[in-house]
């Protein structure tokens, strides 16, 4: 059985100005009566119930990858909404997740203070990767592959083979908690998210050599 199903959403209510939430957005369409929508307008229900911490398409568009609130992840299909797989082994609040570029793994990160390596195919945990000492916040693959790149409350950035789940380098700089890292397309530099206050924050960019140390 599916773990998961998609629905309709109704359209709003001619001459309403309530501005639709989150919460309104899993019942009615966001779009106005009067304007055709631009994309397919349904609700997954799958995901429904729980914190939502991000969402991401693989690389070919068929399949959607997000965290579910029983420390889970769920392969949906993109098409129907239909919970194809769940990964499971995190034991805490799963914060990110994101296919590889050929889409064939997919890397989580987790409250757990752990990132996991999995199989896109199969949902099995093919390595964890430790060494954060807090809840870690995000993570994604380099543009190759081959690289990890992890950000965490420990206020540090970790990088990570891919075929080893080594860490290289660890980056202690920041002094603040990091919300979110990316690789730039080329490889090159990685942007992190620093936590400066509770309601701001700021992006820094990061230059990475190929001999993946950290130009300051």
Known sequence: ??????????????GSKRLPTLTHLCKESPW???TPPKYPSATFTSLIGGNIGSAEFSPNG???LSP???NSIRLLDSSSGICLRSFNG??????????????ELVVSSSYDRTVRIWDATSGICIRVLKGHKSSVASSSFSPDGKLIVSSSHDDSLRIWETATGHCLHTINKFHH?????NFSPDGHKF???VFLAENFGAITSELLLPNRNVLK
Do not use: E, M, Q, W
């Open 1 to 14: 059985p599916s773990c998961g199903t998609a629905v309709n959403s109704k359209s709003k209510k001619p």
């Open 32 to 34: 106005p009566t009067n």
């Open 62 to 64: 068929n399949y959607i």
């Open 68 to 70: 579910a609130r029983d």
């Open 90 to 103: 995190h034991t805490n609040t799963v914060s990110s997740a994101s296919f590889s570029p050929n889409g």
């Open 177 to 181: 908690s990091i919300a979110a890292v």
């Open 191 to 193: 942007a992190p998210l």
